[in-house]
């Protein structure tokens, strides 16, 4: 947490370039706090990440990265540290096979004497343990698991997840770090991605009562949910199911039918939101937030694309129809489309980010990136394809992301609280600080206060949350925003709106709410770049351009108060240099053209959802 104040400045469009004032996210009067963290990190025990070298990380050593602590790479055995530490983590290695190759490399014995222990541990020491990985993944493409159902046993399973839930318990340290218990569940039909991340509240005592729900258990999400429910109940705790790459699914994450290809019914909505009120939607394989094909009005719509499928084979057949289910922006749209048909919206999520790091380092920065996984840990290693001959390098990843969270503190029971509420927020890596509220009572002057959050708090509703009624009038929305302190000036911040029009069907718009000074209209309607001060020969930037912070108070010009509607903030910074421009820059090698020199950093505040008639 920034320990300093932050003072905010109001300009309605216009904001003046002015000095980063001192900030303090700890907002007066007990409001929340701004903490940051990685829900989506995975060591050794992941069995992907220890078949492509990270052969002896733990949890532990996770933790200890997060927390600010040196540590070695996993491949090139260098020293490493994290910039600026994060406040919370999720260690969340796949249920499936936990540690089962890193104990078969090790001569485990009970897991050496399983036909896979036998298969990973040949193929191993033979020095191919990319074909484990693919063994593994035709496997479950093709729903065929025969050979791991062995592994899937409590005996085996029990002795990593007493490691995992050890180490949560030694890392965690209410008030100052969060050492989250969880694990991701990997169901990957056909090459789509449907995984889930679990996080819980429970210590170890609560978590040592169960064993990790896999996709060796179920494929169905629906299944997961049950599961999530019974263990919830029988053991007295709570479990969040955070979704992520949506953007890899083929639009299965956020479909318009079930399972078993039915149509989505309220009680499929009402459990769906009831376990998934958050999902991840930038990270290492992409950015979700939308894709220039749904938004084609967007003009930062065209984002850190990542063109491969969970199996590395490129995903050569994007078309609108079927990305519709594959991004945050449309399931959005989905999802108040279900609601206007059954009564419920599945889809009401708040947006996060985070990394699905494989090195074991929640790393986003881009000047201090390790990599998807552990042989990505140098500039000269990035070049290698380990998978196929048309599989992703190093440079085709994203050094993304974050996840914000307004808590009432630093604890595993708040920071719950908040993913509940979706008071949360996504980053791209920066730590851009964001408050959106909506409201009927906001006003121009609330932007002028000592304490113009506390005040929009005490009026409105802050991002999460629901807004209904109004006499027929347009809700008021206020932003607030400031730069990352030790990184770039702000662009703009956007308030993206997406609705239901009169006859039902999905319209989006995105509105520029507040920009930096020396913009001019373009003759498209549109305001001109903010500018590119990255030099590509030394890969560095100057903060000459852009704003430290910008604020907005607006009222939607459009409204209907018969329509669907939800709304979200964008904040984009200036562009600054990619993690790929550092790299070339120490090879001394020129740029290649498959990826741009430069970037803008962004943040999503999750939406504010109006609904007619309540």
């Given at each position: 947490?920034?320990?300093?104040?932050?003072?905010?400045?109001?300009?309605?469009?216009?904001?003046?370039?002015?000095?980063?004032?001192?900030?303090?996210?700890?907002?007066?009067?007990?409001?929340?706090?701004?903490?940051?963290?990685?829900?989506?990190?995975?060591?050794?025990?992941?069995?992907?990440?220890?078949?492509?070298?990270?052969?002896?990380?733990?949890?532990?050593?996770?933790?200890?990265?997060?927390?600010?602590?040196?540590?070695?790479?996993?491949?090139?055995?260098?020293?490493?540290?994290?910039?600026?530490?994060?406040?919370?983590?999720?260690?969340?290695?796949?249920?499936?096979?936990?540690?089962?190759?890193?104990?078969?490399?090790?001569?485990?014995?009970?897991?050496?004497?399983?036909?896979?222990?036998?298969?990973?541990?040949?193929?191993?020491?033979?020095?191919?343990?990319?074909?484990?990985?693919?063994?593994?993944?035709?496997?479950?493409?093709?729903?065929?698991?025969?050979?791991?159902?062995?592994?899937?046993?409590?005996?085996?399973?029990?002795?990593?997840?007493?490691?995992?839930?050890?180490?949560?318990?030694?890392?965690?340290?209410?008030?100052?770090?969060?050492?989250?218990?969880?694990?991701?569940?990997?169901?990957?039909?056909?090459?789509?991605?449907?995984?889930?991340?679990?996080?819980?509240?429970?210590?170890?005592?609560?978590?040592?009562?169960?064993?990790?729900?896999?996709?060796?258990?179920?494929?169905?999400?629906?299944?997961?949910?049950?599961?999530?429910?019974?263990?919830?109940?029988?053991?007295?705790?709570?479990?969040?199911?955070?979704?992520?790459?949506?953007?890899?699914?083929?639009?299965?994450?956020?479909?318009?039918?079930?399972?078993?290809?039915?149509?989505?019914?309220?009680?499929?909505?009402?459990?769906?939101?009831?376990?998934?009120?958050?999902?991840?939607?930038?990270?290492?394989?992409?950015?979700?937030?939308?894709?220039?094909?749904?938004?084609?009005?967007?003009?930062?719509?065209?984002?850190?694309?990542?063109?491969?499928?969970?199996?590395?084979?490129?995903?050569?057949?994007?078309?609108?129809?079927?990305?519709?289910?594959?991004?945050?922006?449309?399931?959005?749209?989905?999802?108040?489309?279900?609601?206007?048909?059954?009564?419920?919206?599945?889809?009401?999520?708040?947006?996060?980010?985070?990394?699905?790091?494989?090195?074991?380092?929640?790393?986003?920065?881009?000047?201090?990136?390790?990599?998807?996984?552990?042989?990505?840990?140098?500039?000269?290693?990035?070049?290698?394809?380990?998978?196929?001959?048309?599989?992703?390098?190093?440079?085709?990843?994203?050094?993304?992301?974050?996840?914000?969270?307004?808590?009432?503190?630093?604890?595993r029971g708040a920071i719950l609280d908040a993913f509940q509420r979706k008071e949360v927020y996504a980053t791209t890596g920066s730590r851009i600080a964001l408050q959106f509220f909506g409201g009927w009572s906001l006003t121009e002057a609330d932007l002028a206060a000592a304490d113009p959050a506390a005040r929009a708090r005490a009026k409105g509703v802050a991002m999460g949350g629901d807004l209904s009624g109004g006499?027929?009038?347009?809700?008021?929305?206020?932003?607030?925003?400031?730069?990352?302190?030790?990184?770039?000036?702000?662009?703009?911040?956007?308030?993206?709106?997406?609705?239901?029009?009169?006859?039902?069907?999905?319209?989006?718009?995105?509105?520029?709410?507040?920009?930096?000074?020396?913009?001019?209209?373009?003759s498209d309607g549109g305001w001109t770049a903010v500018g590119n001060t990255v030099d590509i020969d030394t890969a560095s930037y100057t903060n000459d351009i852009g704003a430290a912070q910008l604020s907005a108070h607006w009222q939607d010009p459009d409204f209907d108060p018969a329509q669907r509607a939800f709304y979200y903030a964008r904040v984009l910074e200036i562009p600054t240099p990619r993690h790929s421009l550092?790299?070339?820059?120490?090879?001394?090698?020129?740029h290649p053209d498959s990826q741009p020199t430069s970037i803008q950093e962004r943040a999503y505040s999750s939406p504010i959802w109006y609904t007619p008639g309540r």
């Open positions: 947490m920034l320990n300093r104040k932050i003072k905010w400045i109001h300009r309605l469009v216009w904001v003046a370039l002015s000095p980063l004032l001192p900030i303090n996210m700890a907002v007066a009067n007990g409001s929340p706090e701004l903490l940051w963290g990685d829900t989506h990190l995975h060591t050794s025990y992941s069995f992907d990440a220890f078949l492509f070298n990270n052969r002896d990380t733990t949890p532990d050593t996770a933790y200890r990265y997060a927390k600010g602590l040196p540590v070695l790479h996993p491949m090139h055995r260098g020293r490493i540290q994290i910039e600026t530490p994060l406040d919370f983590l999720v260690v969340s290695d796949h249920a499936e096979i936990t540690a089962v190759p890193l104990r078969a490399f090790t001569g485990d014995a009970q897991v050496g004497a399983t036909e896979f222990g036998r298969f990973a541990s040949e193929r191993i020491a033979a020095g191919e343990p990319g074909d484990v990985f693919k063994a593994l993944v035709a496997a479950a493409n093709g729903g065929d698991m025969a050979m791991v159902t062995e592994l899937n046993q409590p005996e085996i399973r029990r002795s990593p997840w007493q490691d995992i839930l050890t180490a949560a318990d030694r890392h965690n340290q209410p008030g100052v770090f969060t050492a989250f218990i969880g694990w991701e569940w990997s169901s990957t039909p056909d090459g789509a991605n449907l995984h889930r991340i679990l996080v819980t509240d429970g210590d170890r005592a609560n978590a040592s009562q169960y064993l990790p729900y896999s996709s060796l258990d179920s494929q169905r999400p629906e299944d997961l949910w049950a599961w999530l429910a019974a263990t919830a109940e029988a053991h007295d705790t709570r479990f969040v199911s955070i979704p992520h790459n949506m953007n890899i699914s083929k639009g299965l994450m956020f479909d318009s039918v079930d399972s078993d290809g039915a149509a989505i019914s309220a009680d499929y909505a009402t459990t769906r939101a009831r376990w998934e009120p958050i999902a991840e939607v930038t990270q290492i394989k992409g950015d979700s937030e939308t894709h220039p094909l749904l938004s084609p009005n967007d003009e930062f719509a065209d984002f850190e694309r990542y063109r491969f499928l969970l199996d590395t084979r490129p995903d050569t057949n994007h078309t609108a129809p079927i990305e519709v289910g594959a991004y945050a922006r449309s399931a959005l749209l989905r999802g108040l489309q279900i609601e206007q048909s059954v009564g419920v919206n599945p889809f009401k999520f708040g947006m996060i980010g985070s990394t699905d790091s494989h090195t074991t380092m929640a790393s986003a920065e881009e000047t201090n990136f390790h990599g998807k996984m552990a042989f990505d840990g140098t500039p000269e290693s990035k070049a290698a394809n380990r998978i196929g001959h048309d599989g992703a390098l190093g440079w085709d990843y994203s050094a993304s992301g974050l996840t914000a969270v307004w808590a009432a503190e630093n604890s006499n027929g009038t347009a809700p008021r929305f206020m932003v607030l925003a400031a730069r990352d302190a030790n990184g770039a000036n702000l662009d703009r911040i956007q308030i993206v709106k997406g609705w239901l029009n009169r006859a039902g069907e999905p319209q989006e718009q995105v509105f520029d709410v507040a920009l930096s000074a020396d913009r001019g209209k373009r550092y790299d070339f820059v120490a090879l001394q090698q020129p």
